[in-house]
């Protein structure tokens, strides 16, 4: 079985600071990784995906993540957060030769943007 | 194109009801994912259709059910509902092409049982 675990469930941050939301995944097999968003009363919504080739993946609105097999660990950053950042991000895995497209998630990290 | 259509978007039942929850998965999706989130617990995966066929199973008690119309439309069943079947569910729909495909998620149905 896969889990994954977010380690911090709240991260508050000053508007135009760095932001770093931690994630490490457990699994006995290869897994895909990804980092989903979940904006007030929305659905989640994809923000990054490692499937394979360089472990640095970055989005369209300035975050990046990096894929550390050894450590097991798919960290989030965003060098200079903006108000419109406050969501709750999610961290998830999908085991690569399982047919569907299940996603085992982390707790999830609440981000609270302050001017 | 649309989204992922789920309705009702907020319901209250009484406990011991039954409800039915109805996804539309994005025009050309066949699978359709269904997913229960609640503060204590988090997001966790109920079920996932392809084809009309129940494809993958979460850990959730035979309460929860689920199917799939041929035109790709999902439908989850809750019965006897407790308490704690309180949740945001969420259903995702996706293309089906080559390794992996995104998952699109509709904005949740929001259950609270009294």
């Known amino acids: 079985a896969q889990s994954v675990t977010q380690l911090d469930s709240q991260v508050p941050v000053f508007e135009e600071a760095p932001v770093e939301l931690r994630c490490n995944y457990s699994?006995?097999?290869?897994?895909?990784l990804f980092w989903y968003v979940q904006y007030p009363n929305q659905g989640l919504q994809l923000l990054l995906k490692y499937l394979s080739g360089s472990t640095l993946v970055k989005s369209i609105n300035g975050f990046e993540a990096e894929f550390n097999k050894s450590q097991t660990s798919f960290h989030l950053r965003k060098p200079s957060v903006h108000i419109s950042d406050t969501a709750e991000y999610f961290c998830?895995?999908?085991?690569?030769?399982?047919?569907?497209?299940?996603?085992?998630f982390g707790g999830g990290t609440r981000v609270l943007v302050k001017p | 194109k649309a989204g992922v259509t789920q309705t009702p978007r907020y319901l209250i039942k009484t406990r011991g009801q039954q409800v039915t929850l109805s996804c539309s998965p994005i025009s050309g999706h066949r699978s359709v994912s269904w997913y229960q989130q609640t503060p204590g617990q988090g997001l966790q995966f109920l079920f996932e259709y392809f084809s009309e066929t129940q494809r993958n199973k979460g850990n959730f008690p035979g309460r929860f059910s689920g199917r799939q119309f041929s035109n790709s439309r999902s439908e989850m069943n809750v019965s006897t509902l407790e308490l704690g079947d309180s949740a945001l569910y969420l259903c995702?729909?996706?293309?089906?092409?080559?390794?992996?495909?995104?998952?699109?998620f509709g904005q949740g149905t929001r259950l609270t049982v009294v």
């Open positions: 995702a729909s996706s293309l089906e092409q080559g390794r992996w495909t995104e998952a699109f």
């Open positions: 699994s006995s097999v290869s897994v895909y």
């Open positions: 998830a895995v999908k085991v690569i030769k399982a047919a569907g497209n299940k996603l085992t």
